[in-house]
């Protein structure tokens, strides 16, 4: 199984301010199609999770663009360039290129 | 909108069996692949199992941890997911989510499942 390992875990954050949450795979996510299917997703308190970004840097619709995901090999980085105090909650992303399925562990960010 | 309702979720003794519902509306059901997610209390989101659409075989997929206890399956005459939970155990107790594929764009609200004596 693909490992998914997040950094960091918890994340204190402060409106206005940049935030970045790192995700690395164990194994290559380029699936034999082309795509790399790496996902993150926003769990905000009491709901369900919501899609914030699609095959690695892909903003899903109604996201805002201060929101951005970018690839290094297999280091995966989201980054917040502002944050707001609706952003609190945990983060995760996840590898869709092989099953099984697999999430990190999730990274909990709020507001400082 | 599309809209996932789940159902079916309860408390249910070790060994036991339970059946999870998912009814999908204001989407191409018929031509999707879908999952089933869950989370166990206080904890991560863990991928519980898939099922292709007919056109691509209808085919499950499951996690070594449920494999040979979870079955997917779905009635595209319903718009309806299932889950069929046999030989529960503590560890699956959980909310269990369904949703759909690719990228997981929509989820429903969830459902819990309590597996306790």
């Known amino acids: 199984d693909i490992v998914m390992t997040q950094s960091p875990l918890s994340l204190p954050v402060t409106p206005g301010e940049p935030a970045s949450i790192s995700c690395k795979s164990s194994?290559?996510?380029?699936?034999?199609?082309?795509?790399?299917?790496l996902d993150w997703y926003l769990q905000k308190p009491g709901q369900s999770p919501q899609l914030l970004i699609y095959?690695?840097?892909n903003r899903a619709s109604g996201v805002p663009d201060r929101f951005s995901g970018s690839a290094s090999g297999t280091d995966f980085t989201l980054k917040i360039s502002r944050v707001e105090a609706e952003d609190v909650g945990i983060y995760y992303c996840?590898?869709?290129?092989?099953?099984?399925?697999?999430f990190g562990q999730g990274t909990k960010v709020d507001i400082k | 909108e599309v809209q996932l309702v789940e159902s079916g979720g309860g408390l249910v003794k070790p060994g036991g069996s339970l059946r999870l519902s998912c009814v999908v509306s204001?989407?191409?059901?018929?031509?999707?692949?879908m999952s089933w997610v869950r989370q166990a209390p206080g904890k991560g989101l863990e991928w519980v199992g898939r099922?292709?659409?007919?056109?691509?075989?209808?085919?499950?997929d499951y996690p070594a941890t449920v494999k040979g206890r979870f079955t997917i399956s779905r009635d595209d005459s319903k718009n309806t997911l299932y889950l069929q939970m046999d030989s529960l155990k503590s560890e699956d107790t959980a909310v269990y989510f369904c949703?759909?594929?690719?990228?997981?764009?929509?989820w429903g609200q969830g459902t819990l499942v309590t597996v306790s004596s």
């Open positions: 949703t759909t594929e690719p990228h997981f764009a929509n």
């Open positions: 204001e989407f191409r059901f018929t031509y999707a692949w």
């Open positions: 099922i292709k659409s007919r056109f691509n075989g209808g085919t499950p």
């Open positions: 194994l290559s996510l380029l699936h034999s199609d082309g795509n790399t299917y």
């Open positions: 095959l690695v840097s």
């Open positions: 996840m590898q869709a290129t092989q099953t099984p399925y697999t």
